[in-house]
């Protein structure tokens, strides 16, 4: 997309605030983007220590009871 951009900019397509409002609006979604995947990759460790601890603490009352 940005070298299309730049193409549009160098034709006079599009403005130099036109390219800036793109390229920030891009930046945007890539952090939203990435803020999805951690929240995905937070929630799925957070998963897997409960089931972790369940295990364990279960483990432990097979154990010794």
């Known amino acids: ?3 299309r951009w730049t193409k549009l900019v ?3 397509k599009l403005s130099k605030q036109g390219l800036v409002d ?3 609006a ?10 999805t995947a951690a929240g995905k990759t937070q ?4 998963r ?4 972790l601890l369940d295990l364990i603490i279960d483990s432990v009352f097979t ?3």
């Open 1 to 3: 997309d940005l070298k």
């Open 10 to 12: 160098a034709a006079g």
């Open 22 to 24: 793109l390229v920030q």
């Open 26 to 35: 891009r930046k945007a979604v890539a952090e939203l983007a990435a803020l």
């Open 43 to 46: 929630a799925a460790v957070e």
């Open 48 to 51: 897997f220590r409960k089931g």
């Open 63 to 65: 154990v010794f009871l």
